[in-house]
Every structure is written in C-alpha cells, then in structure tokens.
C-alpha cells in the first residue's frame, strides 16, 4: 500500500469496502441467492429450491454451455496464436511500425462489439467466403474482438525481455527459430498463459456481437441467459448465470495454475 499510517490504512479500507460492497459484492450475492429461489419476498429472494440448478445443467442450457466453452477455447487459441504472432513481429519493427500495428489490433476494442459483429455478418454473408448461419462466424468475430488482450499481452512482456538469454543462445550456435522455441517462447509462457485466460473469460461473457450473428443450432450461454430473462424467467436466467460463473472462474483457476508453474520452470 502506498498509505502508510494506520489511519490512512484503516480509511483506504473503508473506501474499498464501501465501494466494493454494493459494487459488486451485492450484486453477485443477489444472483446467487436468486438462483435457489421460487420467488421474491420483498427485498430479497425466497422459497429455497435447487431445481433451477438440474434444468440449467442439462438439455439446450447444457447445449447452450458447450458451445460457448468450444466457442472461448476457439476463439482463445486463434487469438493466441495471431496475436502472439503478431506482437513478436512487431519487436523486430521500427517506432513507426509498431504504431501502426498496435493501432490495428487496438481497433477492434476501440469501437462497441456490435459494431464488430455488424461488420462481420455484412462481410461474410456473401461469397466468396460465406459464414453467416454457420458457428465459424461466431467464432471468427469472438477471435477478432479478443486478439487484441493478446497482442497487448504478450507485446508487453516481449518489451520485458532480456535480450541477454536470446544472444547467449545465438552465441553458442543456435538458428533464429531454435531461439524463438527454447528461448522466447518459454521466457513468454507466463504471458501466454494470463492472455489465454484473459481471452476465454472475455469469449465466454461476450453477448452483443453474439446476439447479431449466431445461428439457431450454435447458441452461446450468455444469449440463453438473455432469452431466459427477456422471457420473464428470471430466476432460471440466475442459475445460468452462476452456472456460466463458475464454469469461467475454474477454467481460470486451471490456468492460474499452469501460469504458476510456468513462472518457476
């Protein structure tokens, strides 16, 4: 902490907790308890049920599940390699250069997502490369609005690196790609991992590009959710959103977990 007297401690908690509370704290604890519940009784949520739980788990919410975990690791693995790709061509170029391509990765995030998804769908519904009613646009536009986190990611820890390892290693004889596979990549693999992570959350929360593009049979969890609640399902649209919750939070677990190890390799 930066505040380094007691009271300024105890008043830099304060402010945190007040703004973190109502922020955020509530809001997740409102949905969690509205997950088990039957109805509303008053201010709060009531008649304890797990029955929302088993539909949210299975038929078309399971479905609906599926796709968007194939859709985040899809979309996540693209993005890692495109934008990995990118940031490492990037260190070889001059100022002007990286300006350039840090301002075209930087598009996609710099205008609203539906923007994005209103390109896509206008761009591939006609040939020679027609996508539209297929899940690979889904995918396609999830690649486009995530690879960005990944290029800034891994452009951030290219800039961090000690070029010593890499010149020790040409030194003693080794090519350009053996240096670039047993020197940079797994000098980067932390990064790597944190962008992975950072893209799959982002994949898996996305919805309005979503709602633009997908086709009946490849429907993302987050559009289920939205169509539950627009119907007035609104307890059912809870238990999905947990569901999507902690689905997202152990696949970042997991990969906390390689980052973990990667750092002390």
């Known amino acids: 902490m930066l505040v380094h007297s007691r009271a300024g401690k105890w008043a830099t908690w304060a402010v945190f ?17 509205a997950s088990f519940a039957t109805h509303w009784s008053g201010a709060f949520p009531s008649g304890p049920t797990a029955e929302r739980y088993a539909a949210a788990t299975s038929g078309d919410s399971l479905q609906a599940l599926t796709t968007s975990l194939v859709t985040a690791v899809a979309a996540s693995v693209l993005a890692l390699a495109l934008g990995g790709w990118a940031a490492l061509a990037a260190a070889s170029l001059r100022t002007r250069g990286k300006r350039l391509l840090d301002a075209l990765f930087i598009l996609p995030v710099a205008v609203p997502s539906v923007v994005v998804g209103l390109a896509v769908l206008v761009a591939y519904s006609r040939p020679p490369v027609l996508l539209n009613g297929t899940r ?18 891994v452009a951030a820890a290219v800039r961090r690196l000690d070029p010593v390892y890499e010149q020790a290693a040409a030194g003693l004889g080794a090519s350009p790609a053996r240096v670039l596979w047993r020197v940079r990549l797994p000098l980067l693999l932390p990064s790597l991992t944190s962008a992975a992570g950072l893209c799959f959350a982002l994949s898996m929360g996305e919805l309005s590009a979503t709602m633009m593009l997908y086709p009946p049979d490849w429907t993302p969890l987050p559009v289920h959710i939205f169509a539950a609640t627009d119907r007035g399902s609104l307890f059912t649209g809870t238990a ?6 902690t689905t997202t939070l152990l696949v970042l677990a997991a990969v906390s977990r390689i980052r973990t190890r990667a750092s002390y390799r």
């Open 136 to 153: 690979w646009i889904v995918i396609l536009a999830h690649t486009i609005l995530v690879t960005a986190f990944a290029y800034q990611s």
């Open 240 to 245: 999905l959103a947990v569901v999507l919750m």
């Open 17 to 33: 907790l007040l703004l973190f509370v109502p922020l955020f704290a509530v809001p997740l604890l409102v949905i969690l308890a």
